[in-house]
Structures are given as structure tokens and as C-alpha cells.
């Protein structure tokens, strides 16, 4: 382990590293911005343990977009079109530096600016982040693992919001629990997003009694992530295969589910439109079938999430728990372990950042 400077911050500060300055990120960095100035809107948990949205202080930031690259994170977040737009300023002198490349992806539109792996990892422990919170695009693997590597070297947590296997990797968990820090992950849940939405309507339709036969959800958005996974035959499927497993599993009998990322739509932006169809029987065998439409933004929808995400990482390491955090997984992130309900994982959410069951 490399020697990372003390962590001086003040008593409720966590101290972050951030990698990967897009959407999802400056979405948390606008609700903590917010916060700060007394909006708390669709903030779920104001008071995790003793911490707030308003100690979460971004200490490093690391991107491999020419045009985030040497910015202040203030500017990085609006860099591109597609972004998320701001709602509320972020006031950060942080200097977005460059992170590590492997060449996993390829978009027409992206100049790669990227860093030597030691140059980064080293940046990465003087900056005496606490969390390393990791919002790259999804499909890249080395990298995701090469930042791992990169938390366990500075001593400090890491959160996984892509959906390449990092917490879920036997590998890197157990590099993780040796060291006592904890990992959190894989792919973020969204607040109110596809997945999340699908899983609640087909526990309801079974919890009322309907036997629901098949269940299909499409989804179109614009921004670099989506075009990004549709032009990658195996990521789009991996992520098909996530989400796909997630939603089926809420319902304990087999049921024909197809969940995936659909169609890129570049003028949509940030913005996502998201089509449900479920169909089955009710009681006597009638056919039922519900059809919903969710239009939502990405960023913002990202936001509450990994905003509770930095700080239960934060109280895991506080606590001196290392490996992946079972209470708090199956409630923030889609790719798990186990699979659990909605409701179950939210009740161990709360009695773990309260501190009353579980894993203390
Ligand atoms: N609601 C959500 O936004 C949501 C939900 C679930 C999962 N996620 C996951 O979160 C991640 C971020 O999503 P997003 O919408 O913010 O994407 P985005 O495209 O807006 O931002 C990703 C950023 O990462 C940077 N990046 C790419 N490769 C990098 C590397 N190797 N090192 C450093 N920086 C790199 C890109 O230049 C970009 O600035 C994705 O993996 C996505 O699947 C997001």
C-alpha cells in the first residue's frame, strides 16, 4: 500500500475522489450544491449517521475527455451538450486531472487526454480521498479494477456505479475485506429510473394476487453513456442481462422479462423515456395488463443515489468494515450478490446507517 498523506479534513468531511466528471456525477455534486443553500429536494436520507449531503467535499477529479481534462470541476460538469444541465451552481477549484485509458471503448466524438497508470494512482493517494467514486461509462473493466486497486493503495473506500463487476469480482471483494476497506457496487440503481420502477410494479401486481405471465420494459435516451453501450454488442447485453435479472427476480416464479437500454436518441440529451408493458392474470384466470410510460433525467436521477452511496461507504469505513457492504448493496445497485425485495434491502439500508442491525 502506497503511504497516503493524513486525512486532515475536518471532522464530518468526506473527502472524495471522483472519476469520471459526467452526468451522474455533476447530478450529485448539484444536490449537494442545493443542499448547501437549503433546497433538499428528493434528497431520500438528509441525515445519514451524523453525515449530511454537505460534508460530501470533492478533494481530486480525473477524466480522459479532452475537454474536461485541466478544467475546474465548475467548468468540467458542463463541458459537454449532452450533460446534465445545471440547476445550481457548483463552486469547486478542484482541477480535473487526466486518469488512466485502456482502450476499452471508442466514440467519435471523444479526444482521449489519459495519464500513466502510476502518475494517477499516485494522484490518487496524495489527494487523502476518503472515497474513490467511480462514474466512468460502463464497458471498461481494467479501468474499473485499475481504480479499485487505486482506492485500496490510498486506504479509502470505493463505490462502483458502473456496471462492470467490481464488487460483485470474487477478486477484488476479497482484496477489499483483506484490507479492511469496504466496496460498494455494481451499476447504480437509479431514484426512480427503469429498473427500480419495474421491480416495485411487479411485486405489487404479485403481492395483489396477479400471476403476471411476461413483462417487458424499452428504453430510449441520448447521452454518450447510452451510445456508448448500444454500440457494444456484449456491454449492451451485459446490461440487458442486469437489469433483466434484477426485475425477474421479485417475483418468485419464472416470468418471460426482456429490460434493456433500446435505441439512442441524440436529441434527447440527458433525458430518458422508458415504456413498461406487463401482462397477466387476475384472479379467474381475466387478463390484466398495465402499460406505463416514465420519462426521467439521467443525472438527476443519479444524484440522491450516489449521494447516499459516498456517505454509507463513509460509514463503513468509519465502522472498519472492509469488503462488500451486503446491507447497503441491494438497495443502492443492481448487480448483487443476492437477490433480495425492494422493501427487505431498503429496511436493511436503514437499520445499517442507523447503525441498529447488520453489519456495524
Ligand atoms: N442515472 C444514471 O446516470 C446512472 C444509473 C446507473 C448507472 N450509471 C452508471 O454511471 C456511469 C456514469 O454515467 P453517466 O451518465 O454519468 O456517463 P457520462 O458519459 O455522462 O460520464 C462518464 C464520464 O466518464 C469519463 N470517462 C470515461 N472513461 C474514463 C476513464 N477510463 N477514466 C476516467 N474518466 C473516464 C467520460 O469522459 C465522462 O466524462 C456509467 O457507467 C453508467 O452506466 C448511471
New binding site residues.
Partial sequence: MLQSPSKSGGDHEIRVAV?????????MLQAASAYRQGIGLGILHPVMSTYSPSDIEVVAA????SL?VGKTLSDAIHA?P??LRIHHSVRSEVKVEP????G??EDPE?KIE?SNPESVKKSIVGSGCDVVLN????G?PL?AKF?AEAAVAAGAAYVN???DPVATSVELEHTFAKSGLPILGD????QV?GTVLHSYMLWFLNSRGVKVRQTYQIDVGG???NR??LSRDELRAR?RAIKTMTVGSVVPYPVNVVSGTTEYVDFMGNERETHFEMVGESTLGAPLELEVTLKSV??S??AGPLLDAVRAAKIALDRGLGGAIEDVNPYLF?LIRSNIDPFTAEKKFIEFISGRTGQK
Fill in positions: 472519476i469520471g466528471v459526467g452526468s451522474a456525477a455533476s447530478g480525473y477524466d480522459v475527455d474536461k459537454r449532452h450533460s486518469g488512466v485509458f485502456y476499452e471503448f471523444l489519459a462514474t466512468i461509462n460502463g471498461q479501468a481504480y456505479a458502473t456496471p451499476d447504480l440503481l437509479s429510473g447521452g454518450i453513456e456508448i453501450t446490461k439521467d443525472g436521477n443519479a443492481k
